[in-house]
């Protein structure tokens, strides 16, 4: 669906992958190659069965918002999408994938109530 088709208390967002691309060091969280998360919408998962670091999550989660919305071409954040965990002994590098997007409607996300805003 495009912008062009989506009602005005619309939009989209991008799902997401977070992916372990690279481990260079000693990850003592026992992380490997290939370990993910999935971003919908404003939920994360895992797969069934596998464990996440918290220290690798919690450096991923403030780009996530910006990495599930369109911005301007020359954003860093369209062609950037590398992050590194904290711990500098481990040296993990994860990637953000983006894939399908999904619709929400504002008032399924927002205990605001939506109003059409006149431009001004």
């Known amino acids: 669906m495009s912008d062009g088709s989506l009602r005005a208390d619309q939009f ?11 481990i260079e060091g000693n990850c003592t969280c026992a992380m490997q190659v290939g370990d993910c998360f999935f971003m919908k919408g ?3 998962s ?3 069965g596998q464990d996440f ?3 690798a999550l919690q450096a991923a989660i403030p780009l996530l918002p910006a990495k599930q ?5 020359a954003d860093w954040m369209e062609t950037d999408a590398r992050i ?3 711990d500098p002994a481990c040296r993990l ?9 999904r619709v929400l409607d504002h008032d399924d996300v927002s205990p605001i109530p939506w109003e059409e805003q006149s431009e001004q």
């Open 46 to 48: 895992l797969p069934a």
């Open 12 to 22: 989209q967002l991008y799902d997401l992958t977070v992916i372990v691309e690279a």
């Open 93 to 101: 590098i994860m990637r953000i994938d983006r894939s399908g997007q």
């Open 53 to 55: 670091c918290l220290y």
């Open 42 to 44: 404003g939920k994360v």
């Open 69 to 73: 919305r369109l911005n301007h071409p």
């Open 84 to 86: 590194v965990c904290p």
